[in-house]
């Protein structure tokens, strides 16, 4: 987990149990989630790709997966951590420009495994449930094709003053957190061209 503060656990699991009952009812109720009854589309973008981050770690076990492109939005190192030794963590940033996107795994999660990833991901503090828009790379159902759907994903919303705005920070992560991503983007076969975007970020150590 990245928050140790340990009696700050209770309040983030009561809190992230009622954003689950409407992510509940949002994905069992309407046409944005290709989702059965009980279960979550969430992408992810960062360490959780990799298979010993998402499931070895943190116990999660997806019932099914999926490479998938964001579109209009971009991975962004804005999850302040603890410098020096690791200055950043992964979030995903909505922008303007149309030819941006993020690539990463959608899951398909029981309630409770999204549960478990809201709760280790510390929501709502610093992390926040988004709803957006994926094309998977894969059908998610037999015989149908890339498939346009919606999803659950964790953006990082740095604090910021209540006299003035204050600069958003985008520090470099470190080698080993940035090795996780790319051994799961490797993992999941995401695309060439993003492997090699991944390889080219800077970082501290």
């Known amino acids: 987990m990245r928050y140790l503060v340990m009696p700050l656990l209770m309040s983030i699991v009561c809190i ?3 954003a689950l009952t409407a992510t509940y009812s949002a994905a069992t109720s309407s046409n944005s989630m ?3 009854a009980g279960e979550v589309l969430y992408f992810a973008y960062g360490s959780n790709m990799f298979s010993e981050v998402l499931e070895g770690r943190r116990g999660v076990r997806p019932l099914a997966k999926s490479p998938a492109v964001c579109p209009g939005h971009r991975l962004a190192f804005t999850a302040l951590g603890l410098p020096p030794f ?6 995903l940033e909505p922008c303007s420009d149309p030819v941006e996107e993020c690539h990463g795994v959608c899951y398909r999660l029981s309630a409770l495994d999204w ?4 709760a280790s991901e510390g929501v709502p503090l610093g992390y926040q449930v988004v709803e957006v828009p ?3 790379y894969h059908p998610l159902e037999e015989g149908k094709g890339a498939t346009e759907i919606k999803a659950f994903s964790l953006r990082f919303v740095q604090p910021q003053s209540m006299a003035f705005p204050l600069p958003q920070l985008e520090p470099p992560p470190s080698r080993r957190y940035l090795g996780l991503l790319l051994a799961g983007a490797k993992e999941a076969g995401l695309a060439e061209q993003w492997q090699r975007k991944l390889a080219q970020v800077r970082t501290v150590w």
């Open 134 to 136: 994926l094309t998977t």
């Open 34 to 36: 290709r989702a059965r």
């Open 86 to 91: 690791e200055p950043a963590f992964a979030s």
């Open 115 to 118: 549960l478990r990833v809201c």
């Open 16 to 18: 992230s149990t009622t």
